[in-house]
T-cell receptor
Framework: DAGVIQSPRHEVTEMGQEVTLRCKPI?????LFWYRQTMMRGLELLIY????????DSGMPEDRFSAKMPNASFSTLKIQPSEPRDSAVYFC????????????FGPGTRLTVL | AQRVTQPEKLLSVFKGAPVELKCNYS??????LFWYVQYSRQRLQLLLR??SRESIKGFTADLNKGETSFHLKKPFAQEEDSAMYYC?????????????FGKGTSLLVTP
């Protein structure tokens, strides 16, 4: 297994543009998490899914952010419209089963909004 | 409320010296704590978890409920230990066991 896959690895866009980040979790994992990492706030949970269903999106900063998981092998995080303060590294992680299974992280997407 | 505090942004030690990365937490229930590491240009990976009481790459961490701490220690640092270290607290089943991270400590081991 290649682990959690994220694309793109780097994204540079202009303010106001739509940005879509993609994640493929490890096969068989039924939890998927999106985190954002910034210098000021560190790593923050944005949203998580269980069996493709969004469970808690209280960490999503604004309505400009949305996330979907149409099937067990794919999730997207969309920002529309993007703003410079959205610049950060966005991580996707997945985990199997119940209890304290290890979370496996993707390599992250570094987003720069000009 | 859950909170994880890593007071040091940067820790620099010489090779062979002992190293301790501090982590304090606040949590109303029974905490489950982890250390994650991110080497240069690599993804975050689990280093160790307190329930396992294991030693990985010479690192250990003991949960001290009285001091609400979970400090990471290694008696003799190696250059390859240079990385970013994150302490994390797991939420409960209501949060899908999502992780609440500290802001991280950058460890630099110099020869």
């Amino acid at each position: 297994d290649a682990g959690v896959i994220q694309s793109p690895r780097h994204e540079v866009t202009e303010m106001g543009q739509e940005v879509t980040l993609r994640c493929k979790p490890i096969s068989g994992h039924d939890y998927l998490f999106w985190y954002r990492q910034t210098m000021m706030r560190g790593l923050e949970l944005l949203i998580y899914f269980n069996n493709n269903v969004p469970i808690d999106d209280s960490g999503m900063p604004e309505d400009r952010f949305s996330a979907k998981m149409p099937n067990a092998s794919f999730s997207t995080l969309k920002i529309q419209p993007s703003e410079p303060r959205d610049s950060a590294v966005y991580f996707c992680a997945s985990r199997a089963g119940t209890g304290l299974g290890e979370q496996f992280f993707g390599p992250g997407t570094r987003l720069t909004v000009l | 409320a859950q909170r994880v505090t890593q007071p040091e942004k940067l820790l620099s030690v010489f090779k062979g010296a002992p190293v301790e990365l501090k982590c304090n937490y606040s949590y109303s229930g029974s905490p489950e704590l982890f250390w994650y590491v991110q080497y240069s240009r690599q993804r975050l990976q689990l280093l160790l978890r307190h329930i396992s009481r294991e030693s990985i790459k010479g690192f250990t961490a003991d949960l001290n409920k009285g001091e609400t701490s979970f400090h990471l220690k290694k008696p003799f640092a190696q250059e390859e230990d240079s990385a970013m270290y994150y302490c994390a607290l797991s939420g409960n089943s209501n949060s899908g066991y999502a992780l609440n991270f500290g802001k991280g400590t950058s460890l630099l081991v110099t020869p």
